[in-house]
């Protein structure tokens, strides 16, 4: 049998030292990416189940709905509460002359508009990439007077709608838990 000189093990523990100066960065590199890909499919799922009961008609006006809200966040391991997330529920519909009345002014016809809007959580987090109606009832979500109110366009908003169609969207943003910056998804039904 023949032993090891300590000139083999002079080499290799450079070697190993030299390999780990690679390793151990992209490895801590391969988890960040990891948990922020599994945070990004938790907000993927939240903001379809959540656009999904909208669109079936839960009324998010009620503290009882938002609380369901809250706990579908919370079964995903993420949250509304304690200034950690922001739902955004909106409801758009493209403007027809219809919808305008006798009135010649509508501002708003043959463009899609928020015609009702739900904030759940921390709101200074992130604003709706739809855009902010200023005429928003607190009680019931109604933007007023939407059909003439150009701040109650829906911005950003690509999908083909026909005339009187409605679209409904979620939008949830969490912080993330390993960076300083957050997960964004948004879903329609």
Known sequence: MQRRTMDGLGTSIPLYALGAIFLVPLSIGV??????ADQNDQANQISRDLASMYAQGMDFSKSANQSIA???????????????GVLILSKIRFVEASDCGGSGDCA????TVVTQRFVIGNAALRRSSFGTPANIDTLTGNVGSWATDASARAQDFHAKLSPGEFTYAAEFYALARESRTGVYSRAMF
Do not use: H, P
């Not at 988890?31 to 922020?36: A, E, P």
């Not at 809250?70 to 950690?84: D, F, P, Y």
């Not at 708003?108 to 463009?111: A, C, D, L, W």
């Open 31 to 36: 988890l960040l990416v990891s948990s922020n």
């Open 70 to 84: 809250n706990r579908v966040a919370e079964g995903l391991g993420m949250s509304l509460q304690n200034g950690q």
């Open 108 to 111: 708003n016809q043959g463009r």
